[in-house]
Nanobody, 124 residues
Framework: QAQLVESGGGLVQAGGSLRLSCAAS????????MGWFRQAAGKEREFVAA????????NYADSVKGRFTISRDNAKNTVYLQMNSLKPEDTAVYYC?????????????????WGQGTQVTVSS
């Protein structure tokens, strides 16, 4: 059974950095698009970033462009989200997700597999 497990969340001051990891298991995620979403308290889940398995296609939310970088290590079946210049408004639970195919879509309903989430809190 496919499983995604996020790690790397925590508390950081504004301007700081964190790197989230998402370890995939239970199947090979080749030819899958891996994405990151986040959900702040009282808000809807929103797209953050996504990447196709070969790294050729990437997509970022405007709010994180230039600050966040998605990457993946297919040998380790792991995807990362490097987050720099963090802001208090980045505070949320961050989720890893996967969908088959190369379309780096931003709609959460098009992703099939989801992790349990990891909390990121940015203090001002």
């Amino acid at each position: 059974q496919a499983q995604l497990v996020e790690s790397g969340g925590g508390l950081v001051q504004a301007g700081g950095s964190l790197r989230l990891s998402c370890a995939a298991s239970g199947r090979t995620f080749s030819y899958y698009t891996m994405g990151w979403f986040r959900q702040a308290a009282g808000k809807e889940r929103e797209f953050v970033a996504a990447m196709y398995w070969n790294g050729g296609n990437t997509n970022y939310a405007d709010s994180v462009k230039g600050r966040f970088t998605i990457s993946r290590d297919n040998a380790k079946n792991t995807v990362y989200l490097q987050m720099n210049s963090l802001k208090p408004e980045d505070t949320a639970v961050y989720y890893c997700a996967a969908r088959q195919g190369g379309a780096v879509v931003t709609t959460s309903s098009q992703y099939v597999y989801w992790g349990q989430g990891t909390q990121v809190t940015v203090s001002s």
